[in-house]
């Protein structure tokens, strides 16, 4: 759609380069949480100034997040969010020996626990958008949604840190000097514990070695209990089985889900 160079693409967004800035397009957004209608297909445009808001929130408290530009439309169904585009790598990368992955995931974590000491009130509330999530997937039943609505409850203590949503090792970038987290789209307040859950899952999934260690890391560095990070696992896999997936990874998801008690 954009004559330029793609350098990155999402279940629905594609990312271009202009010189030094990242265009990230919006096409027939599907996330309609954010939406005022469950049944109603949200407004591009909604979708973009809604990133938009929360990664100037995220800059604006310090962390290392690129400056967005603004939002503008470009057609009925297209609408791109400009930004600071970051000529970076990947945190981890294939070919990293044992040593290189494991401080790579020290370095998340460090990231993240920052990224969880900003109070985050005003954001969307974590706990409502996990809910949204439970109650509007097709892949469970309605005992077991009450079931995870009722941990959920449980889980829920109140807290407003901000929490990523997604913060996993494609998401932050290294440009040689400085580490950069991107990708803001999910971005709420609420526990840093379910917000580790999220990335434990991501690693559980993708990088199944490594999830432990991240878990101790945070734990660590945190000072949590993992007992307390895997208390939210039900919920967390729940809330992910509206993802783009194939059928093998969500039967996966589905079997962690029905562990709740």
């Given at each position: 759609m954009l004559d330029l160079e793609m350098v990155g693409q999402g279940a629905t967004t594609k990312i271009y380069r202009d010189g030094n800035t990242a265009i990230k397009l919006y096409v027939n957004a599907q996330d309609a949480w954010s939406s005022s209608s469950q049944s109603e297909r949200p407004d591009p445009h909604d979708e973009a100034d809604n990133e938009a808001e929360r990664q100037r929130f995220a800059y604006n408290s310090g962390l290392p997040v690129p400056a967005v530009y603004g939002v503008r439309k470009l057609s009925d169904n297209a609408v791109a969010l400009d930004m600071e585009y970051i000529n970076g790598q990947p945190l981890i990368q294939q070919g990293m020996d044992r040593d290189e992955r494991r401080n790579?995931?020290?370095?998340l974590v460090n990231l993240q626990c920052k990224v969880h000491k900003i109070h985050a009130t005003g954001l969307p509330n974590q706990a409502e958008r996990l809910a949204w999530k439970i109650k509007n997937t097709k892949h469970l039943d309605s005992p077991l949604k009450e079931k995870l609505l009722s941990l959920l409850t449980n889980?829920?203590?109140?807290s407003e840190c901000l929490c990523h949503g997604d913060f996993h090792p494609l998401n932050i970038l290294y440009d040689r000097t400085k580490y950069w987290i991107i990708d803001w789209v999910d971005t709420t307040a609420g526990s840093p514990l379910a917000d580790a859950c999220r990335t434990y899952l991501i690693f559980k999934q993708y990088m199944n070695r490594s999830a432990g260690i991240y878990l101790k890391a945070f734990c660590m560095e945190s000072k949590s209990k993992s007992d307390d990070v895997l208390a939210w696992l039900p919920v967390v896999a729940a809330a992910r089985?509206?993802?783009?997936?194939?059928?093998?990874?969500r039967a996966w998801l589905i079997n962690l889900?029905?562990?709740?008690?």
């Open positions: 790579a995931i020290h370095i889980l829920d203590d109140g089985l509206n993802e783009n997936m194939d059928e093998k990874s889900v029905k562990e709740v008690e």
